[in-house]
């Protein structure tokens, strides 16, 4: 997967997560995952598709995710708490918008659906065509990671390819 | 949260009457919060834009905060249904996705202004504060004229 495509994620990620935390994020590592996904804590997947297609899954342990849903909602929360599931949803969708805005500006054009609770504990693997990279981030509530697998529609490809 | 300056209805000088739609619970109690901030009362809430059709017919009020990105019907279409029936509707969009084609073609189809997500405070109130600005044309302001004439 191209670097063009990842670093609007990381960028947005660490902008939304140092917003909302009100503290520094760093980045701890960007990996390429070949394995099913293994889930960490409390995920969300948000599925994209048109010129770039696949989905993101948004991870945070559970009690960063506790953490950060107390701290955004202004109360303290259990982890079993549904609000929690949805902060992380709502996280997911507010970083994985603000990289597709990004993207989109670049020119590419692409439908973002709504996040939902990725409840397996696995993931599907990635494939020849869809790579996925694993980017790992601290914060002061803990850590979090977002699993991004896209590829450029083949349709997308083509055209590309005739322009030129 | 940081306490903001009431914004008021100057026909009225009552609270901003609002309509809060998201399909995230967490994010429309996250808005409540914001608007309760600025002494506005939320009259009611929605997780879908077919919904926000129905409360918005049945609440009429000052302001609606609307997401984009929903199930059932999308906030740009409904943002439009809704203009389409109250022409002096108050619609803010409210997204994370804030490329410019969504900005443009929420704007044609009636919403007054845009914020993107994640939403800081003292944006929003100002955004509250410009689109509140003709609120003489509000629709409670009007229907209460209109009953009192």
Not at chain 1, 83 to 91: D, G, K, N, P, S
Not at chain 1, 110 to 126: D, L
Not at chain 2, 66 to 86: F, L, R, S, W, Y
Not at chain 2, 130 to 135: A, F
Request: with cysteine; proline share 4%.
């Amino acid at each position: 997967m191209r670097m063009e495509l990842i670093q609007p994620f990381l960028n947005s990620a660490d902008a939304v997560l140092a917003q909302g935390l009100e503290s520094a994020v760093t980045i701890d590592n960007l990996t390429m995952d070949e394995q099913a996904y293994r889930r960490k804590g409390i995920a969300a997947e948000v599925s994209l598709s048109g010129d770039v297609e696949g989905r993101i899954i948004f991870d945070a342990d559970e009690k960063a995710a506790t953490s950060f849903a107390s701290r955004l909602a202004g109360a303290e929360l259990s982890s079993t708490d549904d609000l929690v599931r949805e902060a992380v949803c709502e996280l997911a969708n507010q970083i994985i918008g603000n990289a597709v805005t990004v993207l989109n500006d670049q020119g590419f054009h692409f439908r973002v659906h709504p996040p939902s609770i990725h409840t397996s504990e696995q993931g599907s693997k990635s494939s020849e065509d869809t790579e996925a990279v694993v980017l790992c981030f601290s914060t002061v509530r803990g850590k979090v990671y977002m699993n991004v697998a896209l590829r450029y529609h083949q349709r997308s490809l083509e055209q590309a390819a005739a322009g030129r | 949260m940081e306490q903001f300056a009431p914004v008021k209805r100057s026909g009225d000088n009552q609270p901003v009457r609002y309509l809060i739609v998201d399909d995230s619970v967490f994010a429309r109690k996250n808005l409540s919060k914001m608007v309760e901030s600025f002494g506005g009362q939320v009259v009611g809430e929605a997780g879908d834009g077919v919904t926000a059709i129905t409360e918005y017919d049945r609440l009429t009020p000052d302001i609606v905060l609307m997401d984009i990105t929903m199930p059932q019907m999308e906030g740009i279409e409904a943002a439009e249904k809704i203009v389409q029936q109250h022409p002096a509707a108050r619609i803010v969009m409210v997204s994370s996705v804030g490329y410019q084609e969504n900005i443009v073609a929420a704007l044609q189809r009636g919403a007054r202004h845009f914020v993107q997500k994640p939403v800081k405070p003292e944006v929003l109130y100002e955004i509250i504060k410009y689109v509140m600005r003709d609120d003489q044309a509000s629709p409670q302001t009007a229907g209460a004229a209109g009953a009192g004439a």
